[in-house]
């Protein structure tokens, strides 16, 4: 909770990453800086029990977003996330005795990151828990790759789109009419709600083209640059959360733990694991992750939850998804010799 990344091998994640013609971009699997060297000497369990294991850590996200809202303050889950996210990663750093970044140049750049990537995202789909299933907000979060591959059109003159690619844009927004039910006048969810979990998921790759373009090739390690990020992010949250919240009252357990398991689970140990798959078997299926982000928080809003869904949600969902592929396509590269 979470525009795809450049196309890249395992054994090149670390290298300065340039803007790639062959892939839009990803909401959550491209590295910032180098990935350590000695990382597959330490896996000791198949990325694809990691990649199952992060596909629930966040799917259930949207399920701890909606009970920590239970009982307290959007922007107070938002606060609480971001600082044990920001503790597992600091403990992380001084386990490994990693440094954290010395240009201020880097922390400029952290600094916007921070914004698009956690405090904004986070505070958006916390309000929209209030409002909306969080079921819906989980569907809502699978159109990050349709949002970053409509802004890759704008942002990178080189990434020119295809007929399939723009096909999926087109059929992944048809899903979300389809979610929001555009022929009911769109009675039938919350709109606003809905537009602050849309608005969030657009977010996501807005920062990461800000990283892709500023982070991207930094010589500190992806810990210690995402480190550095979750704990501007939550100073930035510090900030919000004192100015425009007061100290609970009480502070109901069961919120609260779902506030801890989502930032220690969600934030700080997820952000781990993803490093690992990314350096291991490379971005273009790390990212794979996003189409089943939905269909764990739409099982598990049902299930734990008891939401209902209409029949629209689950069909919408199946259409984002959809399309959402599609604009993961790469082009075909033309062989040697032959024209057109």
């Known amino acids: 909770m979470r525009a795809s990344p450049p196309t890249q091998r395992p054994d090149t994640v670390g290298r300065r990453l340039e803007p790639s013609t062959t892939a839009p971009l990803s909401t959550r699997t491209e590295p910032y800086g180098r990935s350590n060297s000695n990382s597959r000497r330490r896996i000791v369990l198949d990325w694809r029990i990691r990649f ?3 596909s629930l850590i966040w799917g259930f996200s949207f399920l701890f977003i909606k009970v920590g809202t239970d009982g307290y303050a959007p922007l ?11 503790a597992i990663l600091a403990a992380v750093l001084l386990i490994r005795g990693d440094r954290l ?4 140049r880097t922390w400029a750049h952290l600094m916007v990151s921070a914004f698009f990537l956690n405090a904004l995202p986070f505070t958006l789909f916390a309000y929209a828990g209030t409002m909306i299933p969080s079921a819906v907000s989980g569907i809502c979060n699978a159109t990050s790759p349709l949002w970053g591959m409509a802004l890759s059109l704008v942002a990178l003159s080189e990434d020119r789109p295809t ?6 844009l087109g059929l992944g927004f048809i899903g979300v009419l389809t979610v929001l039910g555009a022929w009911q006048g769109f009675s039938g969810t919350d709109p606003t709600g809905t537009a602050l979990a849309l608005a969030a998921s657009l977010s996501y790759p807005i920062g990461w083209i800000y990283v892709r373009r500023h982070l991207a ?3 500190e390690s992806n810990v210690s640059i995402a480190g550095s990020q979750l704990l501007l992010g939550t100073v930035q949250l510090t900030v919000v959360t004192v100015a425009f919240t007061s100290v609970p ?11 801890v398991a989502l930032g220690a689970l969600g934030t700080g140990i997820a952000f ?4 690992g798959i990314v350096a291991e078997v490379g971005p273009t299926t790390a990212q794979m992750v996003t189409y089943f982000i939905p269909v764990i928080a739409t099982a598990a809003g049902v299930v734990v939850l008891g939401e209902t869904l209409r029949w629209s949600t689950p069909v919408g969902a199946v259409i984002i998804l959809a399309g959402a592929a599609l604009t993961q396509t ?3 590269r033309a062989k040697p010799g032959v024209v057109g």
Not at 101 to 104: A, G, Q, T, V, Y
Not at 163 to 168: E, H, Q, T
Request: hydrophobic share 45%; net charge positive.
């Open 272 to 275: 781990l694991i993803q490093f």
């Open 76 to 86: 107070q889950v938002t606060f609480g996330r971001m600082v044990f996210g920001t």
């Open 217 to 219: 090739g930094c010589p």
């Open 101 to 104: 970044p010395r240009s201020r």
């Open 52 to 54: 199952v294991l992060l």
């Open 330 to 332: 790469k082009r075909r």
């Open 249 to 259: 009252s009480s502070f109901p357990v069961v919120p609260l733990l779902a506030v």
């Open 163 to 168: 007929r399939r690619r723009v096909a999926g």
